[in-house]
């Protein structure tokens, strides 16, 4: 084809500067023999074809297409989380004696301030016998030498004598009564005595909890995440609790610690349990939760497997037409999160094109194509 175009470059060039009628002549001439010219290739790339298959055939991949996915791109994360309560205590006796009586039973349900268990007191109580006694004649004498101060008998300094004895001993009474109450375990909240190592007529310690209490009223789901997701979480924010059905329940975020835990590098969440699990859950029970850490309501995402990378980054298969053909291109693109095998495209492409999905192995760029 070279030659031929190049011998009738050569022919227009050499023609004189004749009339116009034998300038028309020679170029209908020209495009006659152009004419048969290509006729004759024609014939002869026919000739060649049935001579040779492979001959001008073009190789083409069967491949299927989809479009990106255009809309709302969601990453979670599942972690484990434990029950924890607010109300979920050990009790220490505050005296230190021996257990006289113990007035409740494990899994008993009690209310706030009922008396658990008692502390032998004996030499207590005798000195607040002895310190009553005390107060009571030095209140008697406190108020009849009020009686004569306010007649103007007798002198001031009798009566303010009178009145510093008296506060004195009643101020000292009032300390033992408070040291006396300390020698019964009392339960602080109202709640379940989960369980009781107090055995009568052993010795109580400060040491050695005596009884473990229960109420479920404030229990939570407490979480430890990555510091890499410290600003990824907030109070209000929805979550999914998986119970060991595998069952989904909604809940919300109701704590968000701002200190980073400098052994393992966690902060922790707190989770609100939801309603449906509340009777069913049990202190220090492990439960999954599902967080949401990004989500982007306008975003393009495709098919993680069909993503590639080599020295010069990601990249996908995208189909064009070339010369009336599909060709496979290849298209750099910026990725994102990646969440249940779909991955964020953050640019390369605009959300209309047809990517390259089965098949995308078996093309190279520049591929012709055909689709299933």
């Known amino acids: ?42 014939q002869l790339e026919r000739e060649i074809s049935e001579l040779d298959s492979s001959y001008n055939s073009k190789n083409y991949e069967l491949i299927s297409i989809s479009s990106p996915n255009r809309g709302s791109f969601t990453s979670k994360i599942e972690l484990r989380g434990n029950i924890k309560s607010n109300k979920n205590v050990l009790i220490v006796s505050e005296a230190m004696g021996k257990f006289n009586n113990i007035f409740v039973d494990e899994g008993q349900y009690v209310e706030k301030g009922t008396i658990l ?5 004996e030499i207590i109580q005798n000195n607040l016998r002895e310190i009553k006694s005390n107060l009571d004649l030095l209140k008697t004498i406190y108020q009849r030498q009020a009686n004569l101060w306010e007649n103007e008998i007798g002198s001031e300094l009798d009566f303010l004598r009178a009145k510093s004895n008296y506060e004195s001993i009643k101020n000292r009474y009032s300390a033992i009564k408070i040291q006396v109450s300390k020698y019964n375990v009392v ?49 209000g ?33 707190g989770v609100e349990i939801p309603s449906e699990l509340e009777e069913n859950v049990k202190p220090n029970q492990i439960l999954n939760v599902l967080l949401v850490d990004y989500m982007n309501n306008d975003a393009i995402s495709v098919p993680s497997n069909i993503i590639f990378n080599d ?32 991955t964020e495209i953050l640019s390369g492409l605009v959300g209309d094109e047809m990517i390259i999905e089965k098949g995308a192995l078996e093309v190279m760029d520049g591929t012709y194509i055909k689709t299933k």
Do not use: H, W
């Open 237 to 269: 924010d929805s979550v999914q609790v998986i119970n060991s059905n595998g069952e989904f329940y909604e809940s919300i975020i109701i704590s968000v610690s701002q200190v980073i835990n400098a052994m393992n590098r966690t902060f922790n969440i």
């Open 1 to 42: 084809m070279k030659r031929i175009l190049y011998v009738l470059t050569m022919l227009l060039c050499s023609c004189d500067s004749g009339d116009l009628d034998s300038k028309k002549k020679k170029l209908d001439n020209l495009k006659n023999s152009l004419v048969e010219t290509y006729s004759q290739i024609d």
């Open 311 to 342: 020295d010069r980054g990601s990249y996908v298969f995208v189909v064009v037409d070339f010369d009336g053909e599909k060709i496979a291109r290849k298209t750099p693109v910026l990725v994102g999160r990646s969440y249940k095998y779909q």
């Open 117 to 121: 268990a008692s502390i032998d007191s």
């Open 187 to 235: 339960a602080p909240f109202s709640g379940v005595v989960d369980k009781i190592n107090a055995k009568v007529g052993e010795m109580s310690s400060s040491g050695i909890p005596s009884f473990r209490m229960y109420n479920d009223s404030e229990s939570y789901l407490s979480v430890d995440v990555s510091e890499n997701f410290i600003n990824s979480f907030k109070i």
